[in-house]
């Protein structure tokens, strides 16, 4: 199946293709009210760790290291996808964030992570339950 998650800045106006809008950042965007942003939700559980943000953010860390970390505390925490994994199958999702610069942010990594998510979970939901011999009827046996 195929999903349709798209990245946009949370100071781009909302409209009406954007499906579910789910702000995916720990701090709130600076000058914005809630009712101005046509939020579905605000989801931080899967955003960066706060230490992790701000190594990022100072310089500290380069991209790569950042990029990998994140993935490890997104793989250790593998139910913090499940509420944005919901949004995805419903239709449109729109991850928003405040960075100036989506691709150097954690939004496209957390992208991935989702669909990565949802395929494991869609290839799971195609195999059987159980092996055909465990398919017979009780009765049969008797």
């Known amino acids: 199946m195929s999903y349709d998650i798209v990245l946009k800045r949370i100071y781009r106006p909302a409209a009406s293709e954007d499906g579910a809008r789910v702000l995916v950042d720990r701090l709130w965007p600076r000058g914005k009210r809630r009712e101005s942003l046509a939020l579905t939700d605000w989801y931080r559980d899967a955003s960066p760790s706060p230490a992790l943000r701000r190594q990022y953010h100072r310089q500290e860390i ?8 994140y993935r490890g505390e997104l793989r250790d ?32 990594l957390l992208r991935e992570a989702l669909l990565a998510a949802l395929h494991a979970e869609d290839t799971a939901d195609r195999e059987p339950a159980s092996s055909p011999c465990f398919g017979r009827r009780l009765d049969e046996e008797m």
């Open 62 to 69: 380069s991209f790569a290291v950042f990029a990998a970390r």
């Open 77 to 108: 925490d593998p139910d913090s996808l499940l509420p944005l994994m919901r949004h995805a199958r419903q239709g449109r999702l729109t991850l928003l964030s405040a960075a100036r610069e989506l691709d150097d942010s954690h939004l496209p």
